[in-house]
Protein backbone atom coordinates (compact mmCIF):
# COMPACT_ATOMS: atom_id res chain seq x y z
CA UNK A 1 0.00 0.00 0.00
CA UNK A 2 0.95 3.70 -0.15
CA UNK A 3 1.67 3.85 -3.34
CA UNK A 4 2.43 7.57 -4.86
CA UNK A 5 2.53 7.72 -8.76
CA UNK A 6 3.83 11.41 -10.78
CA UNK A 7 3.02 11.45 -14.53
CA UNK A 8 4.68 12.11 -16.53
CA UNK A 9 8.53 10.61 -15.46
CA UNK A 10 10.22 12.78 -17.95
CA UNK A 11 9.36 16.00 -20.19
CA UNK A 12 11.37 17.98 -22.76
CA UNK A 13 9.66 21.52 -23.24
CA UNK A 14 10.89 24.39 -25.42
CA UNK A 15 11.09 27.85 -23.40
CA UNK A 16 8.08 29.87 -22.67
CA UNK A 17 6.09 26.71 -22.81
CA UNK A 18 3.80 25.35 -19.78
CA UNK A 19 4.24 21.97 -18.20
CA UNK A 20 1.61 20.14 -15.46
CA UNK A 21 3.02 17.11 -13.70
CA UNK A 22 0.52 14.78 -11.50
CA UNK A 23 1.08 13.63 -8.16
CA UNK A 24 -1.44 10.78 -7.35
CA UNK A 25 -2.00 8.73 -3.98
CA UNK A 26 -3.48 5.70 -5.48
CA UNK A 27 -4.60 3.42 -2.56
CA UNK A 28 -4.83 5.98 0.19
CA UNK A 29 -6.13 9.44 0.76
CA UNK A 30 -3.88 12.31 0.84
CA UNK A 31 -4.56 15.62 2.86
CA UNK A 32 -1.54 16.77 2.34
CA UNK A 33 1.36 16.77 -0.37
CA UNK A 34 4.49 18.24 -1.01
CA UNK A 35 6.65 19.31 -3.48
CA UNK A 36 10.32 19.18 -3.98
CA UNK A 37 12.54 20.20 -6.81
CA UNK A 38 16.30 18.19 -6.93
CA UNK A 39 19.04 19.57 -8.78
CA UNK A 40 21.46 16.75 -9.97
CA UNK A 41 23.57 15.64 -6.83
CA UNK A 42 21.84 17.44 -4.65
CA UNK A 43 19.66 17.46 -1.96
CA UNK A 44 15.75 18.02 -2.11
CA UNK A 45 14.60 21.48 -1.86
CA UNK A 46 10.83 21.87 -0.92
CA UNK A 47 8.89 24.27 -2.90
CA UNK A 48 5.47 24.02 -1.42
CA UNK A 49 2.81 22.39 0.56
CA UNK A 50 -0.35 21.57 -1.05
CA UNK A 51 -3.25 20.79 1.21
CA UNK A 52 -6.67 19.29 -0.22
CA UNK A 53 -9.25 22.06 -1.27
CA UNK A 54 -7.06 25.13 -0.13
CA UNK A 55 -3.94 27.32 -1.39
CA UNK A 56 -0.84 26.00 -1.27
CA UNK A 57 1.93 27.53 1.30
CA UNK A 58 4.87 28.10 -0.75
CA UNK A 59 8.42 27.64 0.87
CA UNK A 60 10.57 31.17 0.43
CA UNK A 61 12.18 31.81 -2.94
CA UNK A 62 9.68 29.52 -4.79
CA UNK A 63 7.54 31.95 -7.02
CA UNK A 64 3.59 31.30 -6.65
CA UNK A 65 3.02 32.74 -10.11
CA UNK A 66 5.15 30.56 -12.02
CA UNK A 67 4.96 26.99 -9.92
CA UNK A 68 1.05 26.91 -9.70
CA UNK A 69 -0.32 24.02 -7.17
CA UNK A 70 -3.83 22.41 -7.55
CA UNK A 71 -5.26 19.81 -4.76
CA UNK A 72 -8.72 19.46 -6.18
CA UNK A 73 -8.74 16.22 -4.45
CA UNK A 74 -7.64 14.04 -1.95
CA UNK A 75 -5.65 11.62 -4.31
CA UNK A 76 -4.73 14.23 -6.69
CA UNK A 77 -2.14 17.41 -6.29
CA UNK A 78 -1.03 19.19 -9.89
CA UNK A 79 2.14 20.75 -10.09
CA UNK A 80 1.97 23.57 -13.37
CA UNK A 81 5.39 24.84 -14.47
CA UNK A 82 4.22 28.13 -16.43
CA UNK A 83 6.24 30.02 -18.72
CA UNK A 84 9.13 27.52 -18.68
CA UNK A 85 12.78 28.88 -18.67
CA UNK A 86 16.49 26.48 -18.86
CA UNK A 87 17.06 27.39 -15.76
CA UNK A 88 13.72 25.12 -14.72
CA UNK A 89 14.50 22.28 -15.60
CA UNK A 90 14.84 19.77 -12.43
CA UNK A 91 13.69 16.51 -11.03
CA UNK A 92 10.52 17.50 -9.41
CA UNK A 93 9.34 14.78 -7.08
CA UNK A 94 5.79 15.13 -4.65
CA UNK A 95 5.25 12.77 -1.96
CA UNK A 96 1.71 12.82 0.07
CA UNK A 97 0.61 11.83 4.06
CA UNK A 98 -2.18 11.19 5.44
CA UNK A 99 -3.21 13.58 7.92
CA UNK A 100 -0.37 15.77 7.18
CA UNK A 101 2.04 13.75 9.48
CA UNK A 102 5.44 14.42 8.44
CA UNK A 103 6.81 10.70 9.41
CA UNK A 104 4.09 9.17 6.98
CA UNK A 105 5.06 10.97 3.78
CA UNK A 106 5.34 8.42 0.74
CA UNK A 107 7.07 9.40 -2.17
CA UNK A 108 6.62 9.67 -5.56
CA UNK A 109 9.00 8.51 -8.24
CA UNK A 110 9.79 11.78 -9.68
CA UNK A 111 9.39 13.75 -13.11
CA UNK A 112 12.45 14.94 -14.92
CA UNK A 113 11.84 17.94 -16.72
CA UNK A 114 14.22 19.45 -19.33
CA UNK A 115 13.34 22.85 -20.83
CA UNK A 116 15.35 23.84 -24.46
CA UNK B 1 20.89 26.83 8.04
CA UNK B 2 20.04 23.33 6.87
CA UNK B 3 18.16 20.76 8.85
CA UNK B 4 19.89 17.16 8.47
CA UNK B 5 22.83 17.70 7.15
CA UNK B 6 24.90 15.02 6.41
CA UNK B 7 29.35 14.38 5.92
CA UNK B 8 29.18 15.54 2.60
CA UNK B 9 30.52 11.84 1.86
CA UNK B 10 30.47 9.52 -1.25
CA UNK B 11 31.30 5.98 -0.04
CA UNK B 12 33.11 3.06 -2.17
CA UNK B 13 32.89 -0.03 -0.45
CA UNK B 14 33.13 -4.08 -1.12
CA UNK B 15 30.08 -5.96 -1.42
CA UNK B 16 29.93 -7.56 2.47
CA UNK B 17 31.21 -4.60 3.67
CA UNK B 18 29.61 -2.14 6.19
CA UNK B 19 28.81 0.95 5.31
CA UNK B 20 28.52 4.33 7.38
CA UNK B 21 27.27 7.53 6.91
CA UNK B 22 26.63 10.66 9.41
CA UNK B 23 24.07 13.44 9.69
CA UNK B 24 23.96 16.38 11.83
CA UNK B 25 21.57 18.91 12.53
CA UNK B 26 21.38 22.29 14.35
CA UNK B 27 17.85 22.51 15.87
CA UNK B 28 15.53 19.58 18.37
CA UNK B 29 13.81 17.82 16.25
CA UNK B 30 10.70 14.96 16.79
CA UNK B 31 12.28 12.59 14.57
CA UNK B 32 14.72 11.90 12.27
CA UNK B 33 14.24 9.83 9.27
CA UNK B 34 16.60 8.16 6.54
CA UNK B 35 15.69 8.10 3.34
CA UNK B 36 17.26 6.11 0.08
CA UNK B 37 17.24 6.95 -3.37
CA UNK B 38 18.35 5.05 -6.37
CA UNK B 39 19.79 7.28 -9.56
CA UNK B 40 16.65 9.17 -11.23
CA UNK B 41 14.02 7.75 -8.97
CA UNK B 42 11.97 8.52 -6.15
CA UNK B 43 13.13 8.38 -2.42
CA UNK B 44 12.07 5.07 -0.22
CA UNK B 45 11.52 5.71 3.05
CA UNK B 46 14.14 3.45 5.21
CA UNK B 47 13.39 4.02 9.05
CA UNK B 48 12.52 6.69 11.74
CA UNK B 49 14.33 7.33 14.83
CA UNK B 50 12.02 9.41 17.18
CA UNK B 51 13.69 11.81 19.65
CA UNK B 52 13.21 10.29 22.49
CA UNK B 53 15.25 6.65 20.91
CA UNK B 54 18.75 6.18 21.16
CA UNK B 55 18.87 3.08 18.39
CA UNK B 56 16.69 1.24 16.00
CA UNK B 57 17.09 -1.40 13.78
CA UNK B 58 15.97 -2.54 10.74
CA UNK B 59 17.12 -5.90 8.97
CA UNK B 60 20.80 -4.83 7.74
CA UNK B 61 19.98 -1.30 9.12
CA UNK B 62 21.14 0.32 12.63
CA UNK B 63 20.18 3.89 13.16
CA UNK B 64 21.89 5.91 16.35
CA UNK B 65 20.47 9.10 17.27
CA UNK B 66 22.53 11.43 19.85
CA UNK B 67 20.27 14.67 20.21
CA UNK B 68 22.79 15.93 22.76
CA UNK B 69 25.51 16.02 19.75
CA UNK B 70 22.45 16.22 17.57
CA UNK B 71 23.64 14.13 15.00
CA UNK B 72 22.77 10.62 13.87
CA UNK B 73 24.27 7.42 12.29
CA UNK B 74 22.88 4.99 9.41
CA UNK B 75 25.12 1.95 9.68
CA UNK B 76 24.24 -1.15 6.52
CA UNK B 77 25.71 -4.23 7.90
CA UNK B 78 26.80 -6.59 4.94
CA UNK B 79 26.29 -4.37 1.82
CA UNK B 80 24.75 -5.76 -1.63
CA UNK B 81 25.07 -3.93 -4.48
CA UNK B 82 21.68 -3.33 -4.78
CA UNK B 83 22.85 -1.13 -1.49
CA UNK B 84 24.39 1.71 -4.30
CA UNK B 85 21.98 4.65 -3.84
CA UNK B 86 22.29 8.07 -2.34
CA UNK B 87 20.76 8.48 1.26
CA UNK B 88 19.49 11.04 3.45
CA UNK B 89 18.25 12.09 6.52
CA UNK B 90 15.91 14.36 6.82
CA UNK B 91 14.15 15.93 10.11
CA UNK B 92 10.58 17.29 10.75
CA UNK B 93 12.19 20.86 13.07
CA UNK B 94 10.26 23.65 10.98
CA UNK B 95 6.67 23.85 10.69
CA UNK B 96 6.13 20.11 10.24
CA UNK B 97 8.51 20.35 7.16
CA UNK B 98 10.96 17.97 6.37
CA UNK B 99 14.05 18.96 5.69
CA UNK B 100 16.78 17.10 4.08
CA UNK B 101 20.10 16.49 4.06
CA UNK B 102 23.00 16.46 1.26
CA UNK B 103 22.96 12.91 0.95
CA UNK B 104 25.53 10.12 0.88
CA UNK B 105 26.31 8.37 -2.26
CA UNK B 106 26.85 4.66 -1.39
CA UNK B 107 28.49 2.81 -4.07
CA UNK B 108 28.85 -1.38 -3.23
CA UNK B 109 31.50 -3.14 -5.59
CA UNK B 110 30.33 -6.45 -6.39
Known amino acids: ?116 | SQQGEEDPQALSIQEGENATMNCSYKTSINNLQWYRQNSGRGLVHLILIRSNEREKHSGRLRVTLDTSKKSSSLLITASRAADTASYFCATDARNNRLAFGKGNQVVVIP
Open chain 1, 1 to 116: GAVVSQHPSRVICKSGTSVKIECRSLDFQATTMFWYRQFPKQSLMLMATSNEGSKATYEQGVEKDKFLINHASLTLSTLTVTSAHPEDSSFYICSATVGGQTYEQYFGPGTRLTVT
